[in-house]
Nanobody
């Protein structure tokens, strides 16, 4: 099985920064994509940033210019550097990996447990 463990959330003032981390462990043959989603109270979960194996990062319009996604393939870890945070960035942030566990089986999505990010005004 695969486990994703997130860290780095917390409370920060508007204009501040946070760095989220998500590390995958377990039976992993290949990670196809690493994504960050967020879900604010009363809203649907939305994609914030994504990066595919060997590909370019993709950002939601709300994250462009402020957030940066990066990966450490040796550690099966993805990071989300969040700068110039705004109160509207307050949400639970989830990492999501698309992982192929064995060469001849389909890839599946796995989710982290979520980490709370709260930005005060």
């Amino acid at each position: 099985q695969v486990q994703l463990v997130e860290s780095g959330g917390g409370l920060v003032q508007a204009g501040g920064s946070l760095r989220l981390s998500c590390a995958a462990s377990g039976s992993i043959f290949r990670i196809n994509a690493m994504n960050w989603y967020r879900q604010a109270p009363g809203k649907q979960r939305e994609l914030v940033a994504a990066i595919t194996s060997g590909g370019s990062p993709h950002y939601a319009d709300s994250a462009k210019g402020r957030f940066s996604i990066s990966e450490d393939n040796a550690k099966n870890t993805v990071y989300l550097q969040m700068n110039s945070l705004k109160p509207e960035d307050t949400a639970v942030y989830y990492c999501n990996f698309n992982i192929k566990q064995q060469p001849l089986i389909h890839a599946y999505d796995f989710w982290g447990q979520g980490t709370q990010v709260t930005v005060s005004s």
